[in-house]
């Protein structure tokens, strides 16, 4: 009863919201955002304590605008699974600009996607189903599983299909020998069973081995790719591909952990700093 009462709660706030301009839309939700920003001061500081972990030299001034930016961008993608379902083929199209959009154009399937916690992550799985064709997505699985099963059958229609993170392996090794592509995003702190040590952002943790795993016993390419931007102006970014070539897991790892440092370091206001991803590395970071 609670999981159908929360269902019909959402989808009639999410009818409800769609009545609005998308300007006043999005604007409630920058508002909220910036009204989150100034009352959870615990997430302000984790978000702080990442950022001078990793810069030596950063600005009182500067770590505000990436707190700033970082829930804006949460509650902006957020806004996005509800958008995202009206969105037309012609509008999807026409909000994205591509960097290196050949390294993608010349490869063959299978592959895999992997990307990091930046941007709109949400937009980004709708633009590869619009531009690219099929991907399969692992998903956290949200625990009302009608909410579930439709927000699953809205990101079918642009070619997404979610797979639950318990288990998944499985499942990405059979898209795997179907020739499908699928999608990891590889950032966040992970048990250092499943991981293997990296330097990122300069410092040393532990990152996810799925796609360094995948990518070694099926010789198949690992494509990074990354969004950055909002409001209708998306540009997704792609790296060259890193074939596996005799490469080890711990070297492939270490490949994919430089490349999403470096577009860090580039967009720091598009990542999520809110998450604790030195916590298994060095929990006094947190302290």
């Known amino acids: 009863m609670i999981d159908k009462i929360q269902y019909y ?62 829930y804006k961008k949460l509650f902006l993608t957020v806004l996005s699974i509800i958008e995202n379902e009206h969105l037309t083929k012609e509008e999807i199209r026409s909000m994205v600009t591509f960097e290196n959009k050949e390294y993608l154009d010349n490869l063959e399937k299978p592959f895999i996607f992997v990307t990091a916690h930046l941007g709109n992550l949400d937009t980004l ?91 070694h016993k099926f ?14 102006e998306y540009k997704v970014i792609l790296k060259e591909p890193i074939y596996p070539n005799g490469k080890s897991v711990e070297e492939l790892n270490q490949i994919q952990a430089d490349i999403m440092s470096e577009v860090i370091n580039k967009y720091p206001e598009e990542w999520f700093w809110c998450h604790k991803r030195f916590k298994n590395s060095n929990p006094s970071v947190y302290k």
């Open 9 to 70: 709660l959402v989808i009639f706030f999410a009818k409800t919201l769609m009545l609005l301009p998308k300007k006043p839309r999005r604007g409630v939700f920058k508002a909220l955002a910036y009204l989150t920003y100034l009352l959870y001061k615990k997430n302000r500081k984790i978000i702080e304590k990442n950022l001078r972990y990793v810069y030596d030299n950063i600005s009182d001034k500067k770590i505000k605008q990436i707190q700033k930016s970082c």
């Open 219 to 232: 010789n198949i390419p690992i494509l990074p790719i990354f969004i950055v931007g909002e409001d209708d």
């Open 125 to 215: 799985g709708v633009i590869l189903g619009e531009f690219f064709g099929r991907t399969v997505h692992v998903q956290r699985k949200v625990k009302n599983p009608l909410l579930y099963n439709y927000m699953s059958k809205q990101r079918e229609k642009y070619g997404i299909t979610f797979v639950e993170k318990h288990g998944a392996v499985k499942h990405l090794v059979r898209a795997i020998k179907k020739g499908e592509v699928i999608s990891l995003v590889i950032d966040q702190s992970i048990r250092k069973s499943s991981a293997t040590p990296v330097k990122f952002l300069g410092k040393d943790t532990y990152q996810l081995v799925t796609s360094s795993q995948l990518s």
